[in-house]
């Protein structure tokens, strides 16, 4: 199983930053974005729709204002005509239709004179009670006639009906007319035949359009109370037809016969309209005002369209301030993003730095101790040695005791090189689950027989190339902390996946195997979480703990060529998580050339190269015993001159540090290149300058060491010269 390990999620925070909640103000910047389209477009809608109310308004007020003048001007006319039908009929007295005809032209005379200077009527005239034209104000004599079959007479003569007749062509020619007729009644009240004025209708229209000027659009009608439309502007096809009331038209009359307005759709084009209607008093007809709905609301549109452009222009200015500033806080956040990367790594770095001052410090203060202890058990461990194999037996008990301090004393100082980074490891391949399995029994140890151990690693887990003695001391060290974390019982699981570090991360890149060991107890605060890798540093009471557990985990992990990280909740477990590198696969087969100098047993020529006389004495005693013939010089520049006197040399052993000019390291390096076949074996209590030693291929043996230990080392370094 092998995925992307995310490593921005493991940067180290910073301390005392300015504040910067970018969040908060994008939030606030789209809610003043919000605001700032919704109120001026709530204020828009208001200011909209006032102005279609008052539209509405001044609409509804002239269609009002203009029915009230021309029913007023209808109902004068009306009363004119009213007037002038009086004097008609007092004018024609008692006379018979043959004294009528005999006065034909003084009464023509008469009506001519009364119809001028009046523009709405045609003529003025007088019909027998026949329905035959006796008098005319138009003609002398008049046209012979007759309009017995119209039904305006007939309402006439049968006292029916109102005064308005419908709108038709004359008779004697062809003009368009309407007329207001009443009957005309001999002395003993008998129907003598009838008095009619004859209207002009344009005379209305123009009057109409005159007055609806104010309003384009505006139509102006004069109807009898039966719907017979009368008169209208503009001009109409259908002037003269009767058009039923609709239900809107209906119900208003009904609520308000005198005056009213309403919203319906016309009779004429079909189309909604605002209505103003106020009744003609003299002859109970309407004159009806009308405005189309869609010319309101074209003109409402065109008013809101120019209103709109003054009203959005500073709104979209805003708006674009607003976004634009959510561009530039965006940017700002990348910017800022990018500058807490930096700063970060920054932070890492200069805590890296300050972290290895003080380890190197302190690694000197311990390296300094541990190399000269490590010297003096490298003594002990040989004179050990060589008691033994003189098969001792009332002494053994004081050889074992011996020996246990001596294990004491190693392991020790073992801990203090590897937490200050001196201890020279052995990396080797290392197949992950079966490590487990065989450090298993040790960590259930560790544990104690109330944390239950989880081993759920999977065999697809990459081989790593570590020091397998040191994986398990972390291993033991971390399970001795998480037991301490449960005194009442727990799980502790184990378990491990391939992930790939990317190389833009702050840490270590590559393939590695993490390998991540986790406990279930009431984990350690962020205070605790951030010091745990300290040397010395331990939250145990005094007496429990050395605060070496985890720095060795942490210094394993580094030398490693890999990195540590802890994860932990208070309540919620902790997790440390060891990312191992993995084995490439031109790594060295250990295994192979171990078996190699395991077979051989040859006594060998070497040249021993210790400043300490009582090491070099130790060494050359374990030496002596396997059979080897040993020579021994104290410093590098001995050695180089003992190898131009005498170069028949099966292998040199060299301690690193040495006094002089030169150290071992150099004395390997400048061996390989005078007699390149030549084997050379360091020994180290410590290894400052390891990298460089392993860079060259030679191999190093850890003080102090067993006589096992040497031999195997010793043939070890011969398989490898053998295999180059």
């Known amino acids: 199983m092998t995925r992307a390990h995310d490593s921005s999620a493991e940067m180290i925070p910073l301390r005392a930053l300015p504040p910067r909640n970018f969040e908060l ?18 204020l828009f809608i208001v200011v909209a729709n006032r102005a279609l109310e008052d539209r509405k308004d001044e609409v509804q007020a002239t269609l009002i204002r203009a029915t009230r003048v021309a029913a007023e001007q209808a109902n004068k006319v009306f009363d004119l005509d009213a007037a002038l039908t ?17 006065d034909q032209a003084q009464l023509h005379a008469r009506l001519a004179r009364m119809a001028t200077n009046l523009p709405q009527v045609y003529a003025i005239a007088v019909v027998g009670a026949d329905g035959t034209a006796l008098v005319s104000s138009r003609v002398y004599p008049a046209m012979p006639v007759n309009i017995a079959d119209r039904k305006d007479f007939q309402d006439i003569r049968a006292g029916v009906g109102g005064r308005l007749s419908d709108v038709m062509v004359a008779r004697a020619s062809p003009h368009v007319i309407f007329n207001d007729s009443v009957a005309w009644r001999d002395s003993s009240g008998r129907f003598a035949g009838m008095v009619l004025i004859s209207l002009n209708p344009d005379y209305f229209q123009k009057f109409y359009a005159e007055l609806a000027g104010d309003l384009p659009g505006q139509s102006i009608a004069l109807t009898r109370s039966d719907g017979t439309l009368l008169s209208i502007f503009p001009s109409s096809p259908r002037v003269g037809m009767r058009f039923n009331p609709s239900l809107q038209f209906a119900t208003a009359y009904q609520n308000s016969p005198l005056a009213g307005t309403l919203e319906a759709r016309s009779g004429l084009d079909n189309k909604w309209k605002f209505f103003a209607y106020r009744r003609v008093e003299a002859h109970g007809g309407y004159v009806i005002s009308a405005y189309p709905e869609h010319d309101l609301y074209m003109a409402w549109l065109r008013q809101i369209a120019g209103f709109s452009l003054i009203f959005l222009l500073p709104c979209a200015a805003l708006w674009g301030v607003i976004m634009y500033s959510l561009r530039q806080l965006s940017r700002e956040e990348e910017a800022w993003q990018r500058w807490l990367t930096e700063a970060t790594a920054r932070h890492a770095m200069e805590a890296a730095w300050r972290e290895s001052r ?16 490590n010297n003096l058990l490298m003594v002990v461990s040989a004179n050990v040695q060589i008691l033994r194999r003189r098969h001792l037996t009332e002494e053994n008990r004081y050889v074992d005791a011996i020996e246990r301090a001596l294990q004491t004393g190693e392991a020790l100082t073992r801990q203090l090189l590897t937490v200050s980074r001196r201890f020279p490891l052995r990396a080797e391949i290392v197949i992950l689950p079966r490590q487990i399995e065989l450090a298993e029994q040790l960590l259930r140890s560790a544990l104690s027989e109330k944390v239950e151990l989880r081993n759920a690693l999977s065999d697809d887990i990459w081989p790593i190339k570590v020091d397998p003695s040191e994986l398990q001391v972390a291993l033991i060290n971390i399970a001795v902390n998480a037991r301490d974390a449960m005194p009442y019982g727990g799980v502790f699981t184990v378990w491990a996946e391939n992930i790939v570090l990317p190389a833009d991360g702050p840490g270590r890149s590559g393939e590695f195997v993490r390998l991540t060991l ?29 605060g070496l557990g985890l720095a060795q985990v942490f210094a394993f992990c580094e030398q490693s060529g890999g990195l540590v990280t802890v994860e932990s909740k208070v309540n919620g477990g902790t997790s440390v998580n060891l990312y191992l590198p993995r084995a490439q696969p031109e790594a060295v087969k250990v295994s192979e050339l171990r078996a190699q100098a395991t077979r051989s047993s040859i006594p060998l020529r070497i040249l021993l190269v210790e400043d300490n006389d009582d090491v070099a004495e130790g060494i050359a005693a374990m030496l002596d015993t396997d059979g080897h013939v040993v020579s021994r010089v104290a410093s590098a520049a001995a050695a180089l001159e003992a190898l131009q006197r005498d170069a028949l040399l099966d292998v040199v052993l060299s301690d690193i540090h040495m006094p002089g000019e030169i150290n071992g390291i150099d004395l390997a390096e400048a061996i390989k290149v005078a007699w390149p076949h030549l084997p050379v074996l360091l020994m180290t209590g410590y290894a400052e300058e390891l990298q460089r030693a392993l860079k060259a291929r030679i191999n190093v043996l850890a003080k102090p060491f067993s006589e096992e230990k040497l031999n195997l080392a010793l043939h070890e370094a011969l398989a490898r010269s053998a295999n180059l």
């Open 518 to 546: 986790a406990d279930n107890g009431p984990g350690m605060p962020e205070s605790v979480r951030e010091r745990v890798f300290e040397p010395l540093f331990t939250t145990k009471a005094e007496g429990q703990g050395t």
């Open 86 to 102: 009086d004097r008609v009929v007092e004018l024609l007295g008692n006379r018979s239709e043959d004294q009528l005809k005999a």
């Open 358 to 373: 003080k380890m190197e410090a302190l690694g000197k203060l311990m390296g300094s101790v541990s190399h000269d202890f």
């Open 25 to 42: 103000l994008r939030r606030v910047l789209k809610a003043t974005l919000a605001a700032a389209v919704v109120l001026p477009l709530l």
